[in-house]
């Protein structure tokens, strides 16, 4: 995951690289929202998928090791 938020990132967080992953994205670009509206929830989907990991990071549990 960090090599494709990486990559993303390499390019400059508005520049291609979010852009084309917006437009990728058929719930926002596919419902005819403009670019502004369609980052906006997807920045808002990523802000809860976010918080949904913080909250169930507690929660896991590293498996044995073997001997």
């Given at each position: ?16 690289g979010?852009?084309?992953?917006m ?21 808002e ?6 918080d949904?990991?913080?909250?169930y ?5 590293e ?5």
């Amino acid at each position: 995951m960090q090599g494709g938020m990486m990559g993303m990132m390499g390019g400059g967080a508005m520049g291609g690289g979010m852009m084309n992953m917006m437009e990728g994205c058929p719930m926002a670009m596919g419902s005819g929202l403009d670019r502004k509206t369609a980052m906006k929830m997807h920045g808002e989907m990523m802000r809860a998928m976010g918080d949904i990991l913080i909250k169930y990071a507690d929660k896991v549990q590293e498996p044995a090791t073997k001997q």
